[in-house]
């Protein structure tokens, strides 16, 4: 019996007859294919690009900034504090009035700020000042308070601070001439530790104060982790040590006020890896650009 045969259309023959297995290769066989490789997709251009990048691209300078930005890290103010005066008018590109703080720049050439020329930025800056009690951490107060500007040393340049100290609060207070690294420095995700010490009168154990470890919610306000340690007792006094990386409004206050404790003086004796130490009280150090440098470098970027 013949075997069945397999159906299906019969092959054509090509010029010459039906095709023959070669005798090299297996019956079958075909060449292998090539693996198919897609092309990468050029990167996106913007099909719109602002015209201060396309300049800068052409004459190849730096990446345009917001001019808000240039005048905070020129250490004019923080760029909260340029944008109010780009609103008034006071800020000049070319001697016309700059409508919005976020013209981009490539440099301050040809800015001016109520009137006088803004020169380039030079490298950052870092003071240590022991903020005595009794003065605001501000620039001018409506009410005529004395603040922090009216016990800097007169040679010290313009500088802006890092952070708030409450009136009553004492010791180090960082302040800086480039308002960028100010605003990096206060942004919670940026994480960097400040340790207090404080004197509160009422009666609380250490137990209570490491439960602060896992945080804590204070009339809908959420607080992160608090490191506090019962330092010694004097009568129904208390000298607590306090590490937080927050620095929410009047935090280190509120949670011993919380806690039923009555703080009677707060010291701020560290921030990140800079140290109250000796320095008097009034008094200003400046931090050496290498370790300024060094400690820029640590910071985490966050994300924006």
Not at 25 to 50: D, E, L, M, S, V
Not at 54 to 82: C, F, W, Y
Not at 163 to 187: A, C, H, I, N, W
């Amino acid at each position: 019996m013949e075997p069945p045969k397999k159906s299906g259309p019969p092959r054509r023959a090509g010029p010459g007859g039906p095709r023959r297995p070669s005798q090299d290769k297996p019956a079958g066989t075909r060449p292998a294919r090539p693996p198919f490789r897609k092309a990468k997709p050029a990167p996106a251009k913007p099909a719109n690009p602002h015209p201060a990048r396309t300049a800068a691209a052409a004459s190849g300078k730096n990446e345009p900034q917001r001019i808000a930005k240039l005048l905070a890290r020129a250490g004019i103010a923080s760029r909260r504090e340029v944008e109010r005066m780009i609103e008034e008018g006071r800020v000049t590109l070319d001697g016309e009035a700059v409508s919005t703080p976020a013209t981009l720049l490539t440099s301050l050439n040809g800015v001016a700020v109520d009137g006088t020329p803004v020169a380039q930025p030079a490298p950052a800056r870092l003071f240590l000042f022991h903020k005595p009690s009794g003065y605001l951490t501000t620039e001018r107060d409506p009410r005529g308070r004395p603040t922090i500007y009216d016990r800097l040393p007169a040679d010290l340049p313009r500088v802006m601070p890092i952070g708030r100290l409450d009136m009553t609060t004492e010791g180090l207070l960082l302040l800086t001439t480039d308002g960028e690294f100010k605003r990096q420095m206060e942004l919670p995700a940026t994480g960097v530790p400040r340790t207090y010490r404080a004197r509160a009168f009422g009666d609380i154990s250490q137990a209570q104060l490491e439960d602060l470890f896992e945080g804590i919610e204070i009339d809908g306000i959420r607080y992160g982790q608090i490191e506090a340690n019962l330092e010694r007792r004097t009568g129904r006094n208390q000298w607590i040590e306090m590490t937080l990386t927050e620095g929410k409004n009047r935090e280190v206050r509120r949670v011993l006020e919380h806690l039923g404790l009555q703080v009677n003086r707060l010291i701020r004796t560290s921030y990140g890896p800079f140290h109250l130490g000796e320095l008097a009280s009034g008094a200003v150090e400046e931090v050496r650009q290498h370790d300024l440098i060094v400690f820029r470098k640590s910071l985490k970027t966050p994300k924006s």
